[in-house]
């Protein structure tokens, strides 16, 4: 079973553009987290959200945390090659401790 | 230093064979977890284990085996390989937390390929 849904699948921008990622579910997750993938390399974390409305921020990223704690959303201004990557939305369903990862979102920054 | 440690980073196998996958992290972590991605990079929790439980993915089969000789280390074994079981394979470890509080540490996974 699916339980998170990202969209867009593939992203392909300019650098300087700005974009959304978007992150749903029709469950509740207790926390939810965004992790960023480069090829050859395991997801490193960004961001841990757990209050319904949050936001955080890291330099250019923006992460918000849906009221009702069933989705989140990631938007990067003025994006760089740098941010050339696979982003993945994680959640924590409440009660248990095991992370279930979204289907992922291919950025791709073009200089 | 390396946080969480796989080995081997590549792994080439003939169908039906038994091969190990190693793990160790050195971050003092209570759980250590098993991830499966696929050719899509969907990632799926394959095992999660601390020193008090083995949770297991129902999906997973049972030619699949974590173990765990202490806290630092959690090895995965496979039996019989099968064309299908070629993805990568990532470990992880974080620490105990409920509601999933803290974020995972993973390492850079072991590409399992059989032929």
């Known amino acids: 079973t699916q339980l998170l849904e990202q969209s867009p699948q593939f992203l392909s921008i300019q650098e300087g553009e700005n974009l959304t990622v978007y992150c749903n579910s029709s469950?509740?997750?207790?926390?939810l987290q965004w992790y960023r993938q480069e090829p050859g390399e395991g997801p490193v974390l960004l961001v841990t959200v757990v209050t319904g409305g949050e936001v955080k921020k890291l330099k250019r990223l923006t992460f918000q945390f849906g009221d009702a704690r069933k989705d989140s959303s990631l938007h990067i201004t003025a994006a760089q090659p740098g941010d050339t990557g696979l982003y993945l939305c994680?959640?924590?369903?409440?009660?248990?401790?095991?992370?279930?990862f979204g289907t992922g979102t291919r950025l791709t920054v073009i200089p | 230093d390396t946080a969480v440690s796989q080995t081997p980073k590549y792994l080439v196998t003939q169908m039906g064979n038994d091969k190990s996958i190693k793990c160790e992290q050195n971050l003092g972590h209570d759980t250590m977890y098993w991830y499966k991605q696929d050719s899509k990079k969907f990632l799926k929790i394959m095992f999660s284990y601390n020193n008090k439980e083995l949770i297991i993915n129902e999906t997973v089969p049972n030619r699949f085996s974590p173990k765990s000789p202490d806290k630092a280390h959690l090895n995965l074994h496979i039996n019989s390989l099968e064309l299908g079981d070629s993805a990568v394979y990532f470990c992880?470890?974080?620490?105990?937390?409920?509601?999933?509080?803290?974020?995972?540490?993973f390492g850079s996974g072991t590409r399992l390929t059989v032929v």
């Open positions: 992880a470890s974080s620490q105990e937390a409920l509601q999933g509080s803290y974020g995972y540490t």
């Open positions: 994680a959640g924590v369903t409440p009660g248990a401790n095991n992370l279930f």
């Open positions: 469950s509740v997750f207790s926390s």
